[in-house]
């Protein structure tokens, strides 16, 4: 890279999943997009210093330290790189916010939206570029999808149907984590945000909800191979009905106990005119349904991935030759720094993150309520 273009220094927080998530696509992210600034991957946190100096060697960050606000206060660090459990993403957050920085909070934005409401404001008020990893939105087929829906070409949408299965929790002797405190939110707030954000995306603001959960292992143990149990207090499942302000009715699913699925993301929108279905276990293909074929020629046809679906022609310039989930996050991170150099925000900035939050609350409250409940924050 020529040594003129601006360094941009990124400082992480975390280094689970997520984290080695976010270090691939910053690593990756100047060579596969043209931008006017090199990448860093200058520091990472943890929870020791120890910790954090074996995670520093394996994602190639040339510093460490198990102090995050020490991560956060160093004036070298332009971008914070939130990877950590949710209920800690506000904490951080508003202190990168105070000083300046971008901030990249993986999803759910927070635990509550009121957490989201403040860290929304803090963002908004500091006028920081700052982006929440959606990052299921960025496969150039939902945008697809998006376009469709938006021209008409679907005719009047009346119905969405959308689901988030996994397996990963389904075994009882996984001990409680982030995501089983009550402050994790349960597979509503864990996964049931990407689904509520495609459905946002897609068909815009839902305007109340009415759900029902479940909590199918009563109890995990509080460490790996403990005796020792502690009663789990969030949801392993949920079913809701989800009224749009376009008028619209819709249904989600949220499952992180189910078996055969390792990742069911999927939907379907129904329109008049048309119809499309996706699934994230097939994620470089998407079925459309159009009317007025001729007779023994109608069903759905497969449309693939190519150079056509920008940003997909960055990566390969032959169709049929697939994206895949990592480098669904390298081109969140071209989007990141695009708002960064514009000034322009991105759909999934700290407000739309709010805004999902809204709808997972209302979520939970209905499921407590057994009513309906509007989705505040819209």
């Known amino acids: 890279m020529s040594q003129y273009k601006k360094t941009l220094r990124v400082g992480m927080v975390g280094s689970g999943f997520m984290g080695k998530c976010h270090a691939n696509a910053f690593r990756a992210f100047g060579g596969l997009f043209d931008a006017p600034v090199n990448i860093e991957l200058?520091?990472?946190?943890?929870?020791?210093?120890?910790?954090?100096?074996?995670?520093?060697?394996?994602l190639g960050f040339a510093r460490?330290?198990?102090?995050?606000?020490?991560?956060?206060?160093?004036?070298?660090?332009?971008?914070?790189?939130?990877?950590?459990?949710?209920?800690?993403?506000e904490q951080i957050a508003l202190r990168a916010i105070a000083q300046g920085k971008t901030v990249y909070c993986e999803k759910p934005l927070s635990i509550t939206s009121a957490s989201a409401h403040t860290m929304m404001l803090a963002a908004e008020q500091a006028k920081i570029a700052n982006l929440v990893g959606f990052n299921f939105l960025r496969n150039p087929l939902i945008s697809v999808c998006r376009e469709m829906i938006s021209s008409g070409e679907l005719g009047e949408i009346i119905s969405f149907k959308g689901r988030h299965a996994e397996n990963y929790m389904i075994d009882a002797a996984l001990p409680h984590s982030f995501r089983t405190d009550a402050q994790g939110g349960g597979a509503v707030a864990d996964i049931g945000s990407h689904i509520v954000s495609l459905a946002r995306y897609l068909l815009g603001d839902i305007r109340?909800?009415?759900?029902?959960?479940?909590?199918?292992?009563?109890?995990?143990?509080?460490?790996?191979?403990?005796?020792?149990?502690?009663?789990?207090e969030v949801d392993d499942l949920a079913h809701a009905l989800l009224q749009f302000s376009s008028g619209v009715v819709g249904s989600i699913d949220v499952n992180w106990m189910a078996t055969g699925r390792s990742m069911d993301l999927s939907f379907e929108v129904t329109g008049t005119k048309g119809a499309l279905a996706f699934s994230q276990e097939r994620m470089n293909e998407l079925r459309v349904w159009e009317a007025g074929k001729s007779a023994g020629f109608g069903g759905f046809k497969k449309i693939e991935t190519g150079p056509d679906h920008a940003p997909y022609g960055n990566f390969c310039p032959a169709a049929g030759h697939h994206l895949g989930f990592n480098d669904l996050k390298i081109i969140e991170v071209s989007q990141l720094i695009e708002t960064m150099l514009s000034g322009k925000p991105n759909f999934t900035d700290f407000r739309e993150g709010y805004r999902v939050q809204c709808a997972i609350d209302a979520i939970l409250r209905s499921a407590t309520s057994g009513q309906w409940e509007a989705v505040e924050g819209i």
């Open 208 to 232: 109340e909800v009415t759900s029902r959960s479940r909590t199918v292992v009563a109890s995990r143990p509080v460490a790996l191979g403990s005796t020792e149990h502690a009663p789990v």
């Open 42 to 58: 200058y520091k990472i946190a943890d929870i020791s210093d120890a910790h954090a100096q074996k995670s520093a060697h394996a």
């Open 64 to 89: 460490h330290t198990g102090d995050w606000q020490a991560l956060v206060d160093d004036p070298l660090v332009d971008i914070v790189s939130i990877t950590a459990p949710n209920a800690l993403h």
